[in-house]
């Protein structure tokens, strides 16, 4: 019997040709399209930015080749800037894609952070490159909304009531160790050993910094409560204006607004933008941010993003609708969200744009033996009413049916796929950026699989 022959292979072969890193991928691969996209954008103001009187200096990383790299790693699952580092060493289509450089994770936090700004333009970029690719049309947008932690610790906020008592303790105990250093510093140098009488005790130092903490978070909550009063005062103010005019009495209110927090009301001491927000999966509470998308149904791409701490949708569907108008330049012809963006606010706005609502107004399973009244409507009939009639036309179900498997897909392949469940930058503006982020490098992910 004969031994049988094997491929021959050398780990010591050199390449008789200079190879290209192109060949490696096969075509029609992500990083093939995501380094063709980021070619085609406008970064003339990101280049601008390195600019100096002198042009002194090392020189940077190429703002395109940073951007490629980025983008791939978030639209793959790579969002850590050392494990994006890493890949450009260890990972073929990075090392494509940063053209043989290998960044650090510091200039990745530095490039990030220098361009944090820019993410939201760059996210239009990608919208506006997927309407010339016919991949959004705007005929039918779909809105939803989503909890992503945040890079803070339910733990480390407290509520109001602690914070006072909190605040009164730690001055007795300053004031009792200031008593005690004073006591120390008229002794004996022996008396109070290494401590020289001129730097703070460790306890104080502690004690003062905790307590400046507690007194700015403090401060922020009264603020905030104050703002919330003189809002509800002035509605109130316009309620009754309108009331008058209508020849109706006043509405009578029991209390004044409170300008004070109340007792439970929280705040974080790392991220003091988040809030404590009921997670939908779990059905836990977390410190979060409230994140929704408008998502097209042609290809389902996301043409609109924004992120904030209201753990509430009701307040989210006409700043999305108007972040829509703000990226694309056009009013999507219809738009659909769920139940919680049901509100009279919403519909008689919406009802102003040239853009048809679809909004659920109640439990989505609507029975389809159940029929449409017929006749008009009563002249008293609120927005709610009117909408709740639209949904129960035919027409109206067979819209509002489409809802789910526009949208919601979208979170799936961002939690799910990508594995992005926690934000990693602090501040809403921050988290804002790199949700904007995320959505481009999903679009080009969705993209590329169409194209």
Same mark, same amino acid.
């Given at each position: 019997?004969?031994?049988?022959?094997?491929?021959?292979?050398?780990?010591?072969?050199?390449?008789? @040709?200079?190879?290209?890193?192109?060949?490696?991928?096969?075509?029609?691969?992500?990083?093939?399209?995501?380094?063709?996209?980021?070619?085609?954008?406008?970064?003339?103001?990101?280049?601008?930015?390195?600019?100096? !009187?002198?042009?002194?200096?090392?020189?940077? $990383?190429?703002?395109?080749?940073?951007?490629?790299?980025?983008?791939?790693?978030?639209?793959?699952?790579?969002?850590?800037?050392?494990?994006?580092?890493?890949?450009?060493?260890?990972?073929? *289509?990075?090392?494509?894609?940063? &053209?043989? @450089?290998?960044?650090?994770?510091?200039?990745?936090?530095?490039?990030?952070?220098?361009? @944090?700004?820019?993410?939201?333009?760059? $996210?239009?970029?990608?919208?506006?490159?997927?309407?010339?690719?016919?991949?959004?049309?705007?005929?039918?947008?779909?809105?939803?909304?989503? %909890? $992503? !932690?945040?890079? *803070?610790?339910?733990? %480390?906020?407290?509520?109001?009531?602690?914070?006072?008592?909190?605040? !009164?303790?730690?001055?007795?105990?300053?004031?009792?160790?200031?008593?005690?250093?004073?006591?120390?510093?008229?002794?004996?140098?022996?008396?109070?050993?290494?401590?020289?009488?001129?730097?703070?005790?460790?306890? #104080?130092?502690?004690?003062?910094?905790?307590?400046?903490?507690?007194?700015?978070?403090?401060?922020? @909550?009264?603020?905030?409560?104050?703002?919330?009063?003189?809002?509800?005062?002035?509605?109130?103010?316009?309620?009754?204006?309108?009331?008058?005019?209508?020849?109706?009495?006043?509405?009578?209110?029991?209390?004044?607004?409170?300008?004070?927090?109340?007792?439970?009301?929280?705040?974080? $001491?790392?991220?003091?933008?988040?809030?404590?927000?009921?997670? &939908?999966?779990?059905?836990?509470?977390?410190?979060?941010?409230? *994140?929704?998308?408008?998502?097209?149904?042609?290809?389902?791409?996301?043409?609109?993003?924004?992120?904030?701490?209201?753990?509430?949708?009701?307040?989210? #569907?006409?700043?999305?609708?108007?972040?829509?108008?703000?990226?694309?330049?056009?009013?999507?012809?219809?738009?659909?969200?769920?139940?919680?963006?049901?509100?009279?606010?919403?519909?008689?706005?919406?009802?102003?744009?040239?853009?048809?609502?679809?909004?659920?107004?109640?439990?989505?399973?609507?029975?389809?033996?159940?029929?449409?009244?017929?006749?008009?409507?009563?002249?008293?009939?609120?927005?709610?009413?009117?909408?709740?009639?639209?949904?129960?036309?035919?027409? &109206?179900?067979?819209?509002?049916?489409?809802?789910?498997?526009?949208?919601?897909?979208?979170?799936?392949?961002? !939690?799910?796929?990508?594995?992005?469940?926690? #934000?990693?930058?602090? &501040?809403?503006?921050?988290?804002? *950026?790199?949700?904007?982020?995320?959505?481009?490098?999903?679009?080009?992910?969705?993209?590329?699989?169409?194209?």
């Amino acid at each position: 019997m004969s031994d049988r022959k094997f491929i021959s292979y050398s780990q010591d072969q050199d390449f008789l @040709l200079p190879p290209s890193l192109r060949d490696w991928l096969p075509e029609g691969h992500l990083a093939h399209f995501v380094s063709d996209s980021v070619d085609s954008f406008d970064l003339s103001e990101w280049e601008a930015s390195y600019a100096s !009187k002198t042009g002194a200096g090392a020189p940077p $990383f190429p703002p395109q080749m940073m951007l490629k790299v980025m983008l791939y790693g978030y639209a793959v699952g790579v969002f850590s800037s050392r494990k994006l580092a890493t890949r450009c060493v260890e990972d073929v *289509a990075f090392r494509y894609l940063a &053209g043989q @450089l290998r960044p650090d994770f510091r200039s990745i936090l530095k490039f990030r952070k220098r361009h @944090l700004k820019r993410f939201q333009s760059l $996210f239009v970029q990608v919208v506006e490159l997927a309407r010339e690719s016919g991949m959004v049309k705007l005929g039918r947008v779909a809105i939803d909304g989503s %909890k $992503f !932690k945040a890079n *803070a610790s339910k733990h %480390k906020a407290m509520s109001y009531s602690h914070m006072c008592a909190q605040e !009164k303790k730690l001055q007795e105990e300053i004031a009792a160790i200031l008593e005690q250093v004073e006591a120390v510093d008229a002794a004996e140098d022996e008396e109070f050993g290494d401590y020289d009488g001129y730097s703070l005790p460790d306890a #104080l130092a502690h004690r003062q910094k905790r307590l400046a903490t507690i007194q700015a978070a403090k401060a922020r @909550l009264e603020e905030r409560a104050r703002e919330r009063a003189r809002q509800e005062s002035e509605r109130r103010e316009e309620e009754a204006a309108e009331r008058e005019s209508k020849g109706e009495k006043p509405r009578k209110y029991r209390k004044d607004p409170d300008p004070m927090p109340k007792a439970k009301e929280q705040e974080n $001491f790392t991220d003091p933008d988040s809030r404590i927000m009921k997670d &939908g999966a779990s059905k836990g509470f977390i410190q979060a941010y409230n *994140a929704q998308i408008a998502v097209d149904d042609t290809a389902q791409i996301v043409v609109a993003t924004t992120l904030n701490n209201q753990a509430s949708d009701s307040r989210q #569907l006409l700043p999305v609708i108007e972040a829509v108008y703000k990226n694309t330049g056009t009013h999507p012809e219809a738009v659909l969200a769920d139940a919680g963006y049901k509100s009279e606010e919403n519909f008689e706005t919406l009802a102003t744009l040239p853009t048809d609502g679809y909004i659920a107004c109640g439990r989505e399973a609507y029975d389809p033996r159940e029929q449409c009244p017929r006749g008009p409507l009563p002249r008293n009939a609120t927005h709610v009413d009117r909408m709740e009639r639209k949904l129960k036309t035919k027409k &109206g179900r067979k819209t509002y049916k489409k809802r789910k498997h526009i949208v919601e897909p979208v979170f799936g392949w961002i !939690k799910q796929v990508l594995g992005f469940r926690q #934000l990693s930058l602090r &501040g809403e503006e921050n988290a804002q *950026a790199e949700f904007e982020f995320i959505c481009a490098a999903l679009n080009l992910r969705r993209m590329a699989t169409i194209t």
